[in-house]
């Protein structure tokens, strides 16, 4: 079912994509004399993205690729289920400026691997980034656990299945560098048998020319693009006979569940689900419970996927 699903997706996201990029000079010419963003509100990055596999073959790869840091309290996202700033410091018990770093939809398609959102406190007149949020969203399930972590240096158990060639065993080391002219990120998978045998590293640097004023020319099939090298490199894989492995709902429903347990062993805060052991929608989050880890506690939430037969 699956396998049908993805096949009509590719279909689909190929014919829409296509009309819809019938609208773009329209769209450049509304940005350019009208619908110029707040110049504060928007900053776009062009970097890499790099991935390295060690175990159980050795497997990297490198694709271009373009951000966009939107300060939610200046220009709130018009897109997708993310988070108002407001919430995003309820969250982390923060009082500063929040600035969420992702990807926006190209032609009516999106695609975003991982979102961030960078909470900061108030020190005096001086913002200091404190706690960030993690949205990871898994391709082709559409399925989403977004989380707090430091961007220090932070150890979440894997409570997401996000490559059908990694079991859910590991541990994701975090780290975030506040964004300015460069920003950087880092995702180091831990295994209790593998080592430390996978990296993702994001690096990019700040856009300053006049094709940044338009976002839909500038992000034009950039989302496109990143599941293409996905569904690439998953290809590539498979050629190397790394064992596919089926989504752990099917034989282990209780995954995530698992995924909280190993997190608590773990020297850092214990994740909670919001709601006990519901596994709550992000249309039906209640922030009330929301903890940043203060009293012990991560807030964490899954979003399931949006298909009748999830």
Same mark, same amino acid.
Do not use: D, M, R
């Given at each position: 079912m699956e396998a049908l699903y993805l096949l009509w997706s590719?279909?689909?996201t190929t014919v829409t994509s296509a009309l819809?990029?019938?609208?773009?000079?329209?769209?450049?010419f509304l940005h350019l004399f009208f619908l110029s963003p707040n110049p504060n509100a928007v900053f776009l990055y062009q970097g890499h993205v790099h991935h390295v596999r060690k175990r159980p073959v050795f497997h990297s790869f490198q694709y271009d690729v373009r951000y966009a840091l939107f300060d939610l309290d200046l220009s709130p996202p018009f897109f997708s289920t993310h988070l108002s700033a407001q919430e995003a410091r309820h969250i982390t018990h923060t009082s500063g400026p929040v600035? =969420?770093?992702t990807i926006p939809?190209?032609?009516?398609?999106e695609q975003n691997p991982l979102s961030v959102y960078y909470c900061y406190d108030l020190h005096g007149s001086t913002p200091l980034l404190n706690k960030c949020i993690a949205e990871v969203t898994n391709t082709p399930w559409g399925e989403r656990v977004s989380f707090v972590f430091d961007p220090d240096s932070d150890l979440v158990a894997k409570p997401l299945h996000v490559s059908p060639f990694m079991d859910m065993l590991g541990n994701w080391r975090m780290r975030a560098k506040a964004p300015g002219e460069d920003l950087?990120?880092?995702?180091?998978v831990q295994h209790p048998e593998l080592g430390d045998y996978f990296t993702a590293t994001l690096k990019a640097k700040r856009v300053h020319s006049s094709r940044s004023h338009c976002l839909a020319l500038f992000f034009w099939l950039m989302p496109q693009k990143v599941a293409l090298w996905i569904y690439w490199q998953a290809l590539k894989l498979w050629w190397k006979n790394v064992?596919? =492995?089926?989504h752990p709902k099917y034989a282990n429903p209780a995954y995530r569940d698992e995924a909280l347990v190993r997190n608590?062993?773990?020297?850092?805060?214990g994740i909670i689900k919001e709601g006990g052991s519901k596994h709550i929608d992000s249309d039906d989050q209640d922030l009330s419970h929301a903890s940043n880890g203060n009293n012990g506690e991560r807030w964490c939430v899954w979003r399931d996927a949006p298909w009748l037969w999830s």
């Open positions: 590719i279909a689909y819809f990029s019938l609208l773009i000079p329209f769209q450049t600035l =969420l770093l939809p190209s032609v009516g398609y950087s990120l880092e995702i180091s064992s596919f =492995l089926n608590q062993k773990l020297q850092c805060p």
